[in-house]
């Protein structure tokens, strides 16, 4: 795998994001007696599955390191579930605002598919410059 193309460095960042809400909480819950009461994101099966799908599509973002087309759909699909999660996650925040105080890492999601529609876009222009390269040398040794 190579690090040297910035899209693989965002997809990372990415994947790290995501990776990340395994281990950190949602909200809180503070009772009537001030104990409070964490909510993780792998606790919840909808949230559980969405981060399972976002992290392996990610990995497979990342895998696809040498095909620019395959990297740019596969990374587009991945920030467009970021921004289904991140729909979700709003909807939970304010369906509960009142009962809950919410974890910044709620915004992860959106920050992954910025990241993602950014990967995508370099990949593009990566492909693109493959392609005009091929081009203008298949048109010079067609000149000679």
């Not at 087309?69 to 996650?89: D, H, K, N, P």
Request: glycine share 4%.
């Amino acid at each position: 795998m190579t690090w040297q193309r910035i899209q693989t460095l965002y997809l990372g960042l990415a994947t790290a994001l995501v990776a990340a809400m395994f281990f950190c909480r949602f909200a809180t819950i503070i009772g009537p007696d001030g104990a409070e009461e964490f909510i993780r994101y792998y606790e919840k099966m909808p949230f559980l599955v969405l981060l399972i799908m976002l992290t392996s599509a990610h990995v497979a973002a990342i895998g696809c390191y040498k095909a620019f087309f395959l990297q740019a759909r596969v990374s587009m699909i991945a920030g467009l579930l970021a921004i289904g999660f991140q729909i979700w996650l709003a909807i939970d925040f304010f369906r509960f605002m009142g009962q809950m105080t919410f974890s910044v890492t709620m915004l992860f999601p959106l920050a992954a598919a910025f990241l993602d529609f950014i990967a995508a876009r370099a990949s593009l222009v990566d492909e693109m410059t493959v392609q005009s390269i091929k081009a203008i040398k298949t048109k010079r040794r067609n000149r000679k």
